[in-house]
């Protein structure tokens, strides 16, 4: 049991995930960090699983980083204020890599804040669905501090552009649904209140297909991100979809396409 994030599944083989500390907009301290990270490294390992839902709870999606100095991340607590502020980084990004290298493709269910922190967060997903209330922003810039924190420097250029990532990260302004839907930030808007469910109805569409279908494509689209050619990304490619061959499931849909039928996918 966590304290502050809830997991539910359903029968269609998804999870939703929900950041649960409403009264402070599911502002980022250790134990809601420790919590959402833990929650993936073991819902990551769950065979039965094929897509996950990340939500927050109350009137917003997560308003960033708890600036209350009450609680220390693991392995702060002692030091100075460098060596404290250091740690607490340290579990941020951990938990941005334990979303972002779940072998299960995420969804982001967004709505109210996704500022800071919880923008960052949004980021890490792979997909993103928002309500129309929304309101994104790369806002570290405003505090003193940089925008280039919690890997939106890497995921944001990657997403909108360089030109367009390095306006918001400058700026640090605000921007809501229809901005982010415009630079490709979001898989859709939803109808008010409806975020998760149609987060959800995301989920269910990939969460259709084999165990090696989705976690091989999540896995090989985010490698060729980075590929430094196209012959690289193609060599993956190639390897890939041959080693896909020995689950059976390219023979088994070919099977049910003449027999007028759903796959039944074979486990990996």
Not at 90 to 115: F, K
Not at 148 to 164: A, E, K
Request: glycine residues 8%.
């Amino acid at each position: 049991m966590s304290a502050f994030v809830t997991v539910e599944r359903d029968q269609s083989a998804v999870a939703v995930v929900t950041m649960n500390r409403p009264e402070r907009l599911n502002a980022l301290s250790p134990s809601l960090v420790a919590d959402v990270t833990d929650a993936f490294r073991d819902l990551g390992r769950d065979r039965d699983l094929r897509a996950i839902v990340l939500a927050g709870a109350g009137r917003g999606f997560c308003s960033g980083f708890d600036l209350d100095p009450g609680e220390d991340a693991p392995g702060g607590s002692e030091r100075g204020p460098v060596g404290s502020f250091y740690f607490r980084q340290q579990q941020l990004s951990d938990m941005i890599t334990a979303i972002h290298e779940c072998d299960r493709p995420v969804v982001a269910a967004v709505h109210g804040a996704a500022v800071g922190g919880g923008f960052a967060v949004a980021l890490a997903c792979d997909l993103r669905v928002a309500a129309p209330d929304v309101q994104f922003g790369s806002i570290f810039v405003r505090v003193g501090l940089t925008s280039c924190d919690m890997g939106v420097s890497y995921f944001l250029p990657r997403i909108v552009g360089v030109t367009r990532a390095a306006e918001l990260m400058l700026t640090g302004r605000t921007f809501g649904s229809t901005e982010a839907e415009h630079l490709g930030l979001l898989n859709g808007i939803s109808e008010p209140d409806r975020h998760v469910e149609a987060a959800v109805d995301l989920a269910r569409e990939i969460a259709a297909h084999s165990e090696y279908s989705v976690w091989m494509t999540k896995r090989s689209m985010w490698a060729n991100v980075d590929a430094p050619s196209y012959r690289h990304a193609a060599e993956l490619e190639n390897r890939t979809q041959a080693l896909g061959t020995f689950t059976g499931n390219l023979d088994e849909y070919a099977a049910a396409f003449l027999d007028k039928r759903e796959p039944r996918w074979r486990p990996l």
